[in-house]
């Protein structure tokens, strides 16, 4: 199975309210995670990053959570916008390659 | 998408033919990856590169085969296409081994 997985499948929130989309992570010994942002039809983006080091990040609009406890990574996201409207996919460095989740799909109501 | 274009972006194929999907990219960065992305399956290495000449195998290499003569350039090959192969083939590129990875468009192939 896949060693990073993502809770959800689907999430759907109200325009302005704030997103939570969750990942589990099952090598302890991983150091450095991605999230990254999937519109329809193209590549993924990356959205931020963190290290094993740090317990949280900050960008603009969204912020990373680990939990190296209970291997548990997080994206909040601010005050959701419809464009915001996506696939979320969070990677895992493992022995020097990453190792994605299969994404939750973000989807945003009017 | 971070300097980094794919070509064809689509193409139709039938099985049995040879296919070259070619990853540019203007950043000399030294480390590019092929991935494929499936319903329910997520993106998963199939080949990935960390110097001209210097590829290696990823998760789901068989039926494909790399090559990485210039810098800018990595060509993934599907020497004889079956239907399975039908997917989105995403370039991916990066400064440093397995940190920040950027990613091309895509190119989605179908095999009939």
């Known amino acids: 199975g896949e060693s990073v997985g993502l809770h959800l499948p689907t999430l759907s929130v109200q325009e302005g309210d704030n997103s939570i989309i969750n990942c589990a992570y099952s090598n302890s010994a991983s150091d450095y995670f991605i999230w990254y942002k999937q519109e329809s039809g193209k590549g993924p983006q990356f959205i931020i990053d963190i290290r094993s080091n740090m317990d949280k990040r900050q960008g603009q609009r969204v912020t990373v959570l680990l939990n190296k406890t209970v291997k548990h990574l997080s994206l909040q996201i601010a005050a959701t916008q419809p464009g915001d409207s996506a696939v979320y996919f969070c990677a895992e460095n493992m022995e020097g390659k990453l190792i994605f989740g299969q994404g939750t799909t973000l989807q945003v109501k009017p | 998408d971070a300097g980094i274009t794919q070509s064809p972006r689509h193409k139709v194929t039938e099985t049995g033919t040879p296919v070259t999907l070619r990853c540019h990219q203007t950043?000399?960065?030294?480390?590019m990856y092929w991935y494929r992305q499936d319903p329910g399956h997520g993106l998963r290495l199939i080949h990935y590169?960390?110097?001209?000449?210097?590829?290696d195998k990823g998760e789901v290499s068989d039926g494909y085969s790399v090559s990485r003569s210039k810098t800018e350039d990595f060509l993934l090959t599907l020497e004889s296409a079956t239907s399975s192969q039908t997917s989105v083939y995403f370039c991916a590129i990066s400064g440093q081994g397995a940190e920040t990875q950027y990613f091309g468009p895509g190119t989605r192939l179908l095999v009939l």
């Open positions: 590169s960390y110097g001209v000449k210097d590829t």
């Open positions: 950043e000399n960065h030294r480390y």
